[in-house]
């Protein structure tokens, strides 16, 4: 088992830049990619961006230059840094792992762009 806890969320104005975290723990050593997902209302859950284990990522095209992924293996912890946030990056983020082909999710975390 994978237990995921974002933290970071918040309402930030247009152009602004936010930080979430997520923090894994249980089965750690199990996991083999991490990525982060988005829900806006009235949506699909969508891929923001992804990072395995050996540090490959990719991302949505949308969020290729403004949003950057990485981890830090030591504190399993990955973050997904937002700069330039658009109104349209609205949306819950949920943190995801994927382990020994089993699928985890966090609670997710609300990111609101609004002036």
């Known amino acids: 088992q994978v237990q995921l806890v974002e933290s970071g969320g918040g309402l930030v104005q247009p152009g602004g830049s936010l930080r979430l975290s997520c923090a894994a723990s249980?089965?750690?050593?199990?996991?083999?990619?991490m990525g982060w997902y988005r829900q806006a209302p009235g949506k699909q859950r969508e891929l923001v961006a992804a990072?395995?284990?050996?540090?490959?990522?990719n991302y949505a095209d949308s969020m290729k230059g403004r949003f950057a992924i990485s981890r830090d293996n030591v504190k399993n912890t990955v973050f997904l840094q937002m700069n330039s946030l658009k109104p349209e990056d609205t949306a819950v983020y949920y943190c995801?792992?994927?382990?020994?082909?089993?699928?985890?999710w966090g609670q997710g975390t609300q990111v609101t762009v609004s002036s």
């Open positions: 995801h792992a994927m382990a020994i082909g089993r699928s985890y």
């Open positions: 249980g089965s750690i050593f199990s996991i083999n990619r």
């Open positions: 990072i395995t284990s050996g540090g490959s990522t």
